[in-house]
């Protein structure tokens, strides 16, 4: 069983910078997919960035060229550096990862962190 744990969320005015990071149980290099998503209220869960297992990131429209997903095998941690952040990027954010997709997009995945959240205000 993966265990994950976020940290780092907060509150910050418009235009500023947070650093999530998610803890893990198990050694990441061995671990296919891992992401972040985010879930506001009355709304769907949607994901935010992934990376693979080599280090390939991916990213939602939403947040490309403001968020950077990346992981350190060695601390067995994912981050997420946000910048420039909006108040539409307010919303409860999770750490998910799963051992074996292949396809790293999607909201399917198997292991999931209890969130953080992130309010940004105007």
């Known amino acids: 069983q993966v265990q994950l744990v976020e940290s780092g969320g907060g509150s910050v005015q418009a235009g500023g910078s947070l650093r999530l990071s998610c803890g893990a149980s198990v050694y990441i290099y061995s671990i296919n997919c891992m992401g972040w998503f985010r879930q506001a209220p009355g709304k769907e869960r949607e994901g935010v960035a992934a990376i693979d297992r080599p280090g390939t990131p991916s990213y939602a429209d939403s947040v490309k060229g403001r968020f950077t997903i990346s992981k350190d095998n060695a601390k067995n941690t994912l981050y997420l550096q946000m910048n420039s952040l909006k108040p539409e990027d307010t919303a409860m954010y999770y750490c998910?990862?799963?051992?074996?997709?292949?396809?790293?997009?999607?909201?399917?995945?198997?292991?999931w962190g209890q969130g953080t959240q992130v309010t940004v205000s105007s």
């Open positions: 998910a990862a799963d051992m074996t997709r292949r396809s790293c997009t999607g909201v399917g995945y198997v292991h």
